[in-house]
């Protein structure tokens, strides 16, 4: 079973930025999800999850909440997820380093992109928590 750490960082609009990962991607190419990556080992959760974003977006968080840990199955084999929240400072730029591109997305919006079903039902959730 695979430990990663992703965070869901949300706008004053209520929308979720989201990663498009590359078409070569290891594991989902070409669908969008959760910024984050695997806990390497001696990390924390959330130490994983702030070296994450440093590493794919330039992002500092200021104060990952911890808001989900659960276990699911997808296509790739068991997933123990820690999901993390923070409403982004618009203050601040973003740079991908990671994935072919990022958007902005809103609860409305998910029909429109190829996203893995087992995070489709933990967006939906986390919409109604923003």
């Known amino acids: 079973m695979k430990n990663v750490a ?3 960082l949300y706008d004053s609009n ?17 669908y969008f999800g959760f910024f984050g ?8 959760p959330e130490e994983a999850i702030r ?14 909440k911890l808001i989900l840990n659960t276990i699911r199955d997808c296509k790739y084999g068991k997933r123990n997820l820690f999901l993390f929240l923070e409403k982004f400072d618009k203050d601040k730029k973003l740079v991908l380093h990671e994935g072919k591109d990022m958007k902005w997305v809103a609860k ?13 039902d933990i ?8």
């Open 14 to 30: 209520k929308k979720f930025l989201l990663q498009h990962r590359t078409d070569n991607a290891p594991t989902f190419p070409d």
């Open 51 to 64: 070296r994450e974003c440093v590493e794919e977006l330039e992002y500092e968080l200021k104060n990952p």
């Open 6 to 8: 992703c965070i869901l």
């Open 37 to 44: 990556g695997k806990i390497e080992e001696g990390e924390s």
């Open 108 to 120: 409305n919006e998910i029909k429109n992109f190829k996203i893995a079903e087992y995070l489709i």
């Open 123 to 130: 967006l939906m959730e986390m919409y109604n928590k923003i």
